[in-house]
């Protein structure tokens, strides 16, 4: 059976520099946006919901989410973030794969990883490119978490203080936790845009995953760095307060245009709206921090691949 037979997708931006949709299902309410900002010429963020139509796929599966943010000029990011996308989803829903969820979503980024990169060494129109990749299953009261690179995933809990679940994989992001820097300098750094990790960048990845469990009421929002460089924390967590879902990803929007729209744009609101039915948790994804490796290693290789 064909992937486009197991799944209904909702993703985008597609051929068009914006795109918004709505997707309910069951104890789930979520909403995907993507705008082109007002500085660049190309969208080359990708964003999507995979929802099973088989309720055995549903059931062992659940849905996924993603955001990808691309990278590379002219048409090599917006090709790289679409590849993330659709790899790692093809890859996730294997019908022949009894693996974990967390374990089948790291292996899913892998797969999707040696193919973006097989094609950046092959194609020279499509060197150097790479993307984030920040994708989240929900089966049940569990949300399972994949993540490269420096797109995000917030939680909002009882319309109180907003956590990030993601750590950003970023030159500044390392120097912070390293105490090397504050989040003042942070703010300004030179080097604020460098990523220390990507899908597609070299041969190997690691992948980040974690695990969370979810309650009636909890908001979560994925979303590139055209938010989240743009939009405060405060003003996130103010927007996803709202009660209809729709405004608060439109404010969410507005923000970040409002602020100057320096990059692309694009996040997926997910509100569980009712108790989610109890689940067994899938070993294999844990809330813990990166690991450090050689600081200036990870410097010394990201300003690498920067330059090439």
């Known amino acids: 059976m064909m992937l486009q037979d197991m799944l209904t997708v909702i ?4 051929d068009d520099s914006s795109f918004r949709a ?23 963020d990708s964003c999507a919901v995979y929802l099973p139509q088989e309720e055995h796929l549903l059931q062992s599966r659940g ?7 691309g990278m590379g000029g002219a048409s090599a990011g917006e090709y790289a973030s679409r590849m993330a996308l659709e790899h790692t989803s093809a890859s996730y829903y294997e019908p022949l794969s009894s693996s974990a969820i967390p374990q089948q979503m790291k292996v899913a980024v892998e797969h999707a990883n ?4 097989h094609e950046s060494e092959h194609k020279s129109q499509y060197a150097g490119m790479g993307t984030t990749l920040s994708a989240m299953v929900i089966l049940g009261n569990w949300a399972y978490i994949a993540q490269v690179g420096d797109s ?8 109180e203080s907003l956590l990030q679940i993601t750590y950003d994989h970023s030159l500044v992001a390392e120097q912070i936790r390293s105490g090397l820097i504050n989040e003042t300098d942070a703010q300004n ?18 992948v980040d995953l974690f695990a969370l469990g979810l309650r009636q009421g909890d908001t979560l929002l994925l979303c590139s760095d055209g938010l989240s460089n743009m939009v405060p924390d405060e003003a996130i967590q103010e927007c996803l307060r ?8 439109a404010l969410l929007l ?22 989610p039915q109890p689940s067994k948790y899938q070993p294999g994804a844990k809330l813990s921090p990166p690991s450090k490796g050689n600081l200036f290693s990870r410097i010394l290789s990201a300003i690498r691949r920067q330059e090439n």
């Open 152 to 159: 995000r995933l917030y939680l909002l809990r009882d319309k």
């Open 189 to 206: 750094h030179a080097l604020k845009n460098l990523i220390t990790r990507a899908v597609g960048i070299n041969e190997d990845i690691e």
């Open 242 to 249: 709202l009660d209809n879902l729709d405004e608060a990803s």
């Open 22 to 44: 709505s997707v309910k299902k069951d104890y789930i309410d979520s909403v995907l946006i993507s705008d082109v900002g007002k500085k660049r010429q190309n969208n080359e």
């Open 254 to 275: 507005n923000y970040a245009l409002d602020a100057g729209g320096q990059d692309n744009i694009t996040l997926i609101t997910v509100r569980i709206v009712d108790t």
């Open 63 to 69: 849905i996924l989410f993603a955001v990808a943010d």
């Open 114 to 117: 040696a193919l973006i990169f």
């Open 11 to 14: 993703q985008g931006p597609g």
